[in-house]
């Protein structure tokens, strides 16, 4: 039975008593923080008052109560901090330095708030002069790894310095004078194709370059990578077939390289294997009894699935050279692998993919053990296909069934995990290409290792 209709005024004022309970309830979250602030306050514990003041003005900053609690437990806790910076000191100026930056943080957060904590100009002299006398150490520090020519060092000394006294002396000067003492110019150069794989080496180039960057990059702070177009006016693909350490030396001298980055492809192998995946499956057969009443059985048929492997090594090293000397600042030696696996079958559905299924629900429910042992074959050969899927690529993707170029990036995946869906697999030169896709992390990683050491 539905309930009579309120009439309008009774409406309308349960909806303005629902108005002014929200309201209510709003006013009382910060005055309620509020009061658990001064009783927090009240017990010395200073944080956990000033983060309930903190939560108050941050809902209501007009609330008197919460402006109240905040003003005083701010006042309390930059007492604290004033303390803890002066006791610190006379044991370490650095650390008590550090601690009074943490204050600056908070009084800026305070007054961010509309609040100002009450000032002391006993504690700001001090403050000032704990500052400077951190600045000058950071300061004198740079100075002296400058002098034993080490820039990168000296930079991140100035850095500190400037922490504490942004414009202590000359420290910006310094710093930037440590900075261009620290950078390094570097060129990449293609690798040497010992395999010779028209476009491997130039691919794997453009990779590298295409991960690391070309002048400024975030990977690095005091590396400048040479750009690829400046590198590539200087090589022709023709000279990397056989590029010495002479030659790379010569190519980093006219880039205005400190370093160059050479290294050689070798030592191409492949192994391929094929075989068949041969697993029952049942379609979905509905029909119509006497009676007009729809029934389904099973059809079980066969599905013939033939899988192809190609496993892939090709062995790579490089040099980082010091332009200059000619000495190897670097080298590393590793193998590029891959293993690619496709999947095809004649069979075609004759039926929608989810007719049918590798055991029909009944079969699986009266044998759950058939159930699992089929699934389990299913997903140890074909990985994470489901039988709807692939039976969906059976009916509409029958062209794919000779290799072209254009699939190259569908085995930069894990095809053991899911098989590439190709009549045909890449030939061992297509698959070179993906087994050094990765290179370009070696040569990364080891650039960082560099950066970071003067």
């Not at 004033?82 to 370490?92: N, P």
Request: aromatic share 8%; glycine share 6%; net charge neutral.
């Amino acid at each position: 039975m539905p309930l009579p209709r309120m009439p309008l005024v009774i409406r309308a004022l349960l909806a303005f008593l629902c108005l002014a309970a929200l309201t209510l309830v709003s006013c009382a979250g910060p005055t309620k923080l509020a009061k658990e602030s001064d009783q927090a306050l009240a017990k010395g514990e200073l944080r956990l008052a000033y983060s309930r003041a903190l939560k108050a003005i941050e809902k209501d900053r007009q609330n008197a109560a919460a402006r109240e609690a905040y003003d005083a437990s701010s006042a309390r806790l930059a007492q604290d901090y004033r303390e803890r910076v002066l006791a610190t000191a006379s044991a370490d100026t650095i650390r008590a330095a550090d601690l009074a930056l943490t204050f600056r943080t908070f009084r800026g957060e305070v007054a961010g708030h509309g609040s100002t904590v009450p000032p002391d100009a006993a504690y700001d002299a001090s403050e000032e002069r704990f500052l400077r006398v951190a600045a000058r150490q950071w300061y004198a520090r740079g100075r002296l790894a400058m002098a034993a020519k080490r820039p990168k060092e000296a930079w991140r000394d100035f850095t500190s310095s400037r922490r504490y006294e942004d414009d202590f002396r000359d420290v910006a000067k310094q710093q930037d004078a440590a900075y261009a003492a620290a950078l390094t110019r570097i060129a990449v150069l293609p690798f040497a194709d010992g395999v010779r794989v028209p476009g491997l080496s130039q691919d794997l180039c453009e990779r590298m370059y295409q991960h690391m960057g070309g002048g400024s990059s975030d990977h690095f702070q005091f590396t400048e990578v040479i750009p690829l177009d400046s590198v590539e006016a200087r090589v022709s693909m023709a000279d990397t077939h056989e590029l010495t350490r002479e030659q790379a030396l010569a190519i980093g001298h006219r880039l205005g390289a400190q370093r160059v980055v050479c290294g050689h492809l070798a030592g191409l192998r492949s192994s391929s294997n094929q075989s068949e995946l041969v697993a029952p499956i049942y379609r979905k057969r509905e029909s119509k009894d006497a009676q007009g009443n729809s029934v389904v059985r099973w059809e079980e048929q066969s599905l013939r699935v033939t899988l192809s492997d190609r496993e892939v090594t090709v062995q790579y090293d490089f040099d980082v050279l010091d332009v200059r000397t000619g000495a190897v600042v670097a080298h590393r030696e590793l193998p590029g692998k891959t293993a690619a696996r496709t999947a095809w079958t004649d069979f075609r559905p004759e039926s929608g993919p989810d007719d049918y299924v590798l055991l029909p629900g009944d079969a699986r429910r009266a044998d759950p053990d058939r159930g699992k042992q089929a699934d389990s074959r299913w997903s140890e050969r074909m990985g994470t296909w489901t039988l709807p899927a692939f039976m969906q690529k059976a009916r509409e993707a029958r062209s794919r069934v000779r290799y072209d170029r254009r699939y190259r990036s569908e085995f930069y995946t894990d095809t053991h995990r899911r098989p590439v869906w190709l009549g045909e697999l890449p030939g061992e030169e297509e698959l070179a290409f993906v087994a050094v896709e990765d290179a370009w992390r070696s040569v990364l990683g080891v650039l960082q290792d560099l950066d970071a050491k003067d």
